[in-house]
């Protein structure tokens, strides 16, 4: 990847003022010190002693130097300070005597000797320091100023966006990202948009202007947003969203104009703004902090550019990666913004065995390297931790002076990698991961069976953020806007699934199911205390509106006053609830063991279970006859 070049006259400007100033000031300063024939320096009593002994024709008196000429007819045999007629000079004392001394034996004196080069000296004074300071100035401005365009005082505004265009040789294609393939059949399409953006718009389709990349750190984002670009052969503008928010108010916004201006210009092509989330966040958070107004102008601007950037006609895709959609403002993911957003995760095994065949191919592998075993070891691994564990294997190699890279090393950069890791990503012990595949089939099973929660689509045990251990993905199949009991029921049933199976098979039960009895006692509670869904409490709703619990007690009860008779009913009801979900995730789960087994032994494999493979076994699911409750419809 090549960065554009800033013009070098202005890049330079700065250095080449401060440093030919400084060099001119110290040749004028010292030059004549150094090329011209310097000047004896004599100790003040010997002058005095020179002028009382008659040898000193004339004298110079200046602030710091006194200089001197002695008599022609001086003796050179005798005489200690010097030759015939010479020029000395001496540092001065404070002495009121000496003008009467020097009248006394009749020597011409004067005051100071003309400054050599006064005139000149002067305009340098007055020269120098502004130099110096407009120096200082424009070198701060083209440290900032990074995107072409005229640098003047204002270059602040200039967005920071560094602009690559992509050689042959260095080209970075889909083929270099690889365990992401969801991530890139869906930008396939953007590449054609780039490619081709008439056939869009002839048939008078939109082209998409924003897509969100939506995954964990390291997992290749920024290497795919390269990848559209290489494979369209487009220009590729890479900024940070925390780039644009600096120390002038009103730059963030003055930053994203001019980063449109210049896409504009280079049409088609690409904008890629990582961290979206520093100006992307939500407006309305943090009622208690007050709004950041810069943020929000520049958040403002985005949507506005992006809003009207395309009228001209002209194909800019705005890539943008975050890990916290979450927490973006609303606005950003409307239709005509950031409507596509697709998601980077981890890769599971078989992704992980590409992404190492990748980088394995850039060193040189030893024979008994297994890089199976290696995608094995390394659940939840992004791809540049991968990147990152070939490197060290490779230089561990090298420092211990062999030739290639051994298995051996493998193992001790996993270490290396997992202890740097620890946190941010858990390597599972095989018994817990065991427990994590059985825990995630159970809940896919019971889910499959009672389907209020949606079509179960996924099963995974790749550990994803800090704390899913493994998941299993539900999808409605339509959009839903009201729940069923039954619906709900189901939901409680299938997140006590997990916990389910962990009883039946291990006889024991974990922590890893803390969130799923957390989501589900919540669920049963609501049922209870908001939706009227009890037959013994009636349609009464116990749970207050969020405005009125803030305005009656001043602190945050959620609970209307009920007596304590009805409070211990609540209790009951939601027990009763949760603890039906429980039998008849036993029930199911019971009724259909050897299928949870040989899904659990099946995933321990693979890790990831997903698709019509998924679908085909849990097609095999059989409804158990003793279920409590009826089964959503
Ligand atoms: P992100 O933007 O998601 O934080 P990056 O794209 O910056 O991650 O990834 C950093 C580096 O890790 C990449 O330059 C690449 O070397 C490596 N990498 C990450 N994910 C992948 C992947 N899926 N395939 C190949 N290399 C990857």
């Not at 040189?364 to 939840?380: Q, S, Y």
């Not at 589900?520 to 207050?544: C, F, H, N």
């Not at 009125?548 to 006053?561: E, K, Q, Y």
Request: net charge negative; hydrophobic share 45%; glycine share 10%.
């Amino acid at each position: 990847m090549a960065i554009k070049p800033q013009p070098a006259w202005r890049r330079q400007l700065g250095a080449i003022l401060i440093w030919g100033g400084t060099i001119f000031l110290i040749v004028n300063l010292f030059a004549p010190q150094v090329f011209g024939r310097p000047i004896p320096q004599v100790p003040y009593s010997l002058f005095i002693d020179q002028v009382e002994d008659g040898k000193v024709a004339s004298v110079y008196v200046a602030q710091n130097e006194i200089r001197y000429q002695l008599k022609a007819e001086q003796d050179s045999e005798t005489n200690q300070g010097g030759a015939l007629g010479q020029v000395l000079r001496t540092t001065p004392i404070f002495d009121l005597e000496l003008p009467k001394r020097l009248e006394a034996k009749g020597i011409e004196f004067a005051a100071a000797p003309p400054p050599r080069n006064s005139w000149f000296g002067t305009i340098l004074s007055w020269v120098i320091p502004p130099l110096i300071f407009v120096g200082i100035w424009q070198f701060f401005l083209n440290r900032g100023g990074g995107g072409g365009g005229p640098a003047g005082a204002l270059s602040f505004t200039k967005s920071k966006a560094k602009v690559y265009v992509q050689g042959e040789t260095e080209k970075i294609t889909f083929a270099n990202v690889a365990g992401v393939e969801e991530a890139k059949a869906e930008l396939e399409e953007i590449v054609e948009f780039l490619k081709f953006p008439q056939r869009y718009i002839a048939i008078g389709a939109r082209i998409p202007k924003g897509v969100l990349l939506v995954g964990p750190p390291g997992t290749g984002k920024t290497l795919l947003a390269k990848a559209v670009a290489g494979e369209a052969g487009v220009p590729f503008f890479s900024i940070s969203g925390s780039e644009f928010v600096e120390l002038f108010v009103g730059a963030g916004a003055a930053r994203v104009r001019d980063l449109f201006e210049q896409a504009n210009k280079q049409a088609p092509c690409i904008i890629f703004i990582d961290e979206l989330d520093a100006i992307g966040k939500s407006r309305a958070s943090g009622p208690f902090m007050g709004g950041n107004d810069e943020r929000e102008q520049t958040l403002n601007q985005l949507l506005t550019e992006m809003d009207g950037f395309s009228a001209a006609g002209s194909t800019v895709i705005v890539l943008a990666a975050t890990n916290r959609p979450e927490t973006l403002d609303s606005a950003l993911l409307r239709p005509g913004r950031f409507d596509r957003q697709v998601l980077v995760d981890r890769p599971d095994l078989a992704g992980r065995l590409k992404i190492l065949e990748i980088y394995a191919n850039k060193v040189k592998l030893g024979p008994d390297v297994d890089l199976k075993e290696i995608a094995t070891r390394t659940p939840g691994f992004a791809g540049a931790d991968l990147a990152n564990l070939v490197n060290e294997a490779a230089l561990l190699a090298a420092r211990n002076q062999r030739e290639t890279v051994a298995n051996a090393d493998f193992r001790e950069a996993i270490e290396r990698v997992v202890a740097g890791l620890e946190k941010k990503s858990r390597v599972l012990s095989d018994k817990e991961k065991r427990i994590v595949a059985y825990h995630e089939v159970g809940h896919a099973l019971v889910g499959a069976v009672m389907p209020g929660g949606g079509k179960v689509a996924k099963i995974s045990i790749v550990p994803r953020g800090m704390a899913a251990l493994g998941y299993t993905l539900q999808m409605p199949t339509e959009d839903r806007f009201l729940l069923s009991e039954s619906e709900i029921r189901d939901q409680i049933a299938t997140l006590l699934g997990g916990r389910s199976a962990e009883e039946i098979i291990f006889g024991s039960i974990t922590t890893g199911a803390a969130n799923d009895l957390q989501r589900a006692t919540d669920l049963a509670e609501r049922m209870v205390t908001t939706y009227g869904m009890s037959k013994i409490l009636g349609p009464l709703a116990y749970e207050k509106g969020q405005q009125n619990a803030f305005l009656n007690d001043g602190m945050m009860n959620p609970r209307r006053a009920v007596s304590d008779g009805t409070a211990k009913e609540i209790d009951q009801e939601v027990k009763d609830i949760v603890e039906q979900g429980h039998a008849n995730a036993l029930a199911i789960l019971n009724h259909n063991r050897e299928l949870l087994e040989t899904i659990a032994e099946k995933i321990l494999e693979t890790e990831v279970i997903e698709g019509d493979e998924l679908q085909a076994l849990l097609a095999e699911v059989k409804t158990p006859d003793n279920l409590q409750i009826p089964v959503a419809a």
